[in-house]
């Protein structure tokens, strides 16, 4: 897999984290022998009892996923280039095992793998690297486990939440004698730089790993792996990287090293867990039917933008990002903006929408990324938030897709499938919000999306998804399309716009500053120009601080009406045509 996300986009979402702090490490291959091994941790690594773990592209096959960890059961013992190992290993009972051994600590990543047999076996390692015993069977129900015993390499060791503690991290950190340690979860597990750990979390090792596994189960039970209990076996791996940025691949999820301050650090992270949740996204994007031509980098932002909502709902990137709104106006809330104003206003396709990140050749290409988030966040809030339907919505279409043959379809069906699929877990008729997001807007374009990829959504498909939708009832709000999460409680509470015209109100150079105190719960003010509607601004427009909305008011604007939760507009400003 290419890298999942171009530097700028990324680095717009982690401000903390730039390109130009991006330094290569020497590729210089791991150096043990000349270590002193940790005493504490002698035994409890020299001899360990593997387990089996399913098949790596078998759990992929099976989610329809990109590949868990191929580095289950960390051996704790890092090993240099040329250096004899001798292994004794218990009966195997048909089983097969390797030693494999991979080097994290270079640019390039050096890797080499060998076959085990009961008894004795002695290898010369190709290269320098951790241990890893790998042990992937389709029995792993049943497979016993296997003990090792390892003779040569430096005790490094691992930490495991389940069987070590903050001492236990304190002492490996302080011991490591390979500048990479194995840190392994309930459910996922890392290979990240001892320094960096020894300097952003040098105490709390449950608590990092912890605030991970948190990141995975998040997206699992979005996956709807824990409702429908299919969770698998497996751990995601994360890696760190000399090299690039941050990107998805085979391997896993992989992070520079300068990201570290940001990823290995606990309250970073609780402040801001988008990058992470990203790239582990990508990894659990479930294709094709999650993840069609355009999708590539917006279906693993669902994962992304619920965990920064879990974590710290008081700022969304997606809403309160100061970026242009398409118009030359560079506020918070622009970025949604440009959603309102490209699909709503504009009528362009979902899958193509302009936006700050893509303001030019967005029609020939595959959009704003971001942008193209806006309305299955805006679903997220609606049923997940403010509880006006099923909120496992996702979940369900996470396993429908799973159960589906999706071999030889289209892309164009793929999109009229997912939003059958919505109406169907939703058991509403959503149509009238898919037709103003875009989303049942035909298109017919050659859509560049890690390759090339045709698109064709034509009006009988759109027709097709209408009647398909008509056999169930209309969402109680027909302005889903307007929802935040700034506005969520008008819409779980059904408040009504309050507010006095021309109240609260002062003029700004082509806009006015609208007081979030006079005018509540309102989802956003459209602006107009005679019948015609000119601009959306979403609630908090331009307001770091969420007391005001700064609402464009252009030459020619006639009136400003704010909008409730269902659809009925209040004149704020201006006269309406007779």
Partial sequence: MKPSLPLLLLSAFLPGILASSIVLAADTPLQTSAMQEPSPFQKQFRTQSYIAYPPVKSTAAQLKTNSYSQFENPTGIAFAAGETITLDVAPLQGQTLELRITDFSTERMQDSSYPLKSGKNTIVAKNSGHGYISYFSDKYKTARPVTISIAGGTVNGYFDSSRHTNRDWKNLLASATSPILDIRGKYVQLAYPVAALREQCPGDGLGLIGIYDRIISIQQEIMGLDKYKCRPKNHMFGRVIWKGFMHADGYGAAFHNNTMKNLANIAAIKKDPWGIAHEFGHVNQVRPGMKWAGTGETTNNIYSIWTKYLFSPEYINLEHHKKDDTFGNRVEGGRFNAYLNSAVIAGEPWIALKGPDKMKDYERGNGDHFVKLCPLWQLMLYFQVAGKGNPDFLPDIFQKVRQTDESGISHGQLHTNFLKNLCDATRQNLTGFF????????????????????????????????????????????????????????????????????????????????SADAWKNVTVFETYKGDKLERISILYTGSPDKTYTIVPYPEGSTRIEAVSWDGKRTLVYGTRSV
């Fill in 435 to 514: 037709k103003a997001s875009g989303m049942l807007t035909p298109i017919d374009r050659n859509i560049r999306d890690y390759g090339d990829y045709q698109l064709t959504i034509t009006q009988k498909d759109c027709d097709d998804v209408v009647a398909y939708a008509s056999k169930y009832p209309q969402p109680e709000s027909p302005v889903i399309h307007y929802m935040t999460s700034g506005s969520v409680k008008a819409y779980k509470e059904k408040l009504p716009v309050s507010g006095q015209y021309e109240q609260g109100i002062t003029a700004g150079e082509g806009n006015l500053n609208i």
